[in-house]
């Protein structure tokens, strides 16, 4: 796993932890910011068709991607 994909992956972690204990009306407020920029990561990123085969990357969908390694300028 690359830094970058480290990263992205692990902020994403904490933004689903933090909506997963909001209560109902700030989640869904938390969770409609949230969707134009998963939409975003979606779109920037493929599907990895063999993250079966990786046991550690658990979690959300963001952890079977791949993800560009070319840096940011």
Known sequence: MCEREENVALARDLLD????????????DLESLLAPMDDELRRRTLP????????????????????DETPLL
């Open 17 to 28: 932890l933090v909506v997963r204990r909001l209560p109902p009306r700030p989640r869904r």
């Open 48 to 67: 990895d068709p063999f993250a079966y085969r990786h046991p550690h990357r658990r979690g959300g969908w963001w952890h079977r991607r791949l993800y």
